[in-house]
Nanobody, 123 residues
């Protein structure tokens, strides 16, 4: 199971760090990703990081330069550091495990999902 946390209410321009943790000894074998779903909209890709040391990462254009994904395999955790938040970043954020290698934006290759953590950015 994946457990996401760190969401909350923040003013525009502020920062939040989301965390996603799991148990077990295979965490480092998998790429990980963050997705989000805003009210009334479809789920969309936010960021992804490769397996192992996480040498590769990829971001949606809408968050590039503001968000950073990174992982700590010793802690079985992946993080999403979100800076310069905007009201349009308001959504429920989900972490997910990528069953394929590398960084992927297609949610169909993610086979395990966290429960979501809500981020609200006020203007």
């Amino acid at each position: 199971q994946l457990q996401a946390s760190g969401g909350g209410l923040v003013q525009a321009g502020g920062s939040l760090r989301l965390s996603c943790t799991t148990s077990g000894r295979t965490f480092s074998r998998y790429g990980m990703g963050w997705f989000r779903q805003a009210p009334g909209k479809e789920r969309e890709f936010v960021a992804a990081i490769s397996q192992g040391g996480g040498s590769s990462s990829y971001y949606a254009d809408s968050v590039k330069g503001r968000f950073t994904i990174y992982r700590d395999n010793a802690e079985n955790a992946v993080y999403l550091q979100m800076n310069r938040l905007k009201p349009e970043d308001t959504a429920v954020y989900y972490c997910a495990r990528n069953r394929a290698s590398g960084v992927r934006t297609n949610d169909k290759v993610y086979d395990l999902w966290g429960q979501g953590t809500e981020v609200t950015v006020s203007s």
